[in-house]
């Protein structure tokens, strides 16, 4: 498992589930802050979750969208910024 973080007015989460270095399962979430301390009861995350098959992205559920499925083009989008956030994480080591 890979966790990023990263902090400006919004944090967001971005968790990656692999085996070996491939990804199998992806979750993304983007806490507002600012919006969380105006209004604690209201405040909900939005969240992504990514499904891969074979490394590919094959499939994104997301509490913010209306239920139309994503375009290819977004699929492949998500599918090389997770990817490089898994490059990344290996050239750390």
């Given at each position: 498992m890979v966790q990023f973080d990263s902090l400006n007015t919004?944090?967001?989460?971005?968790?990656?589930y692999m085996e070996d270095t491939i990804p199998f399962f992806a979750n993304k979430r983007?806490?507002?802050?600012?919006?969380?301390?105006e209004d604690k009861e209201w405040y909900e995350p939005f969240e992504d979750s990514i499904f891969f098959e074979n490394g590919e992205v094959i499939?994104?559920?997301?509490?913010?969208?209306?239920?139309?499925?994503?375009?290819?083009e977004y699929l492949m989008e998500e599918e090389v910024d997770i990817k490089a956030k898994i490059k990344l994480s290996l050239d750390k080591k």
């Amino acid at each position: 498992m890979v966790q990023f973080d990263s902090l400006n007015t919004k944090r967001n989460r971005t968790t990656i589930y692999m085996e070996d270095t491939i990804p199998f399962f992806a979750n993304k979430r983007e806490f507002d802050s600012l919006l969380f301390n105006e209004d604690k009861e209201w405040y909900e995350p939005f969240e992504d979750s990514i499904f891969f098959e074979n490394g590919e992205v094959i499939r994104i559920k997301s509490s913010g969208d209306c239920g139309a499925s994503f375009s290819g083009e977004y699929l492949m989008e998500e599918e090389v910024d997770i990817k490089a956030k898994i490059k990344l994480s290996l050239d750390k080591k």
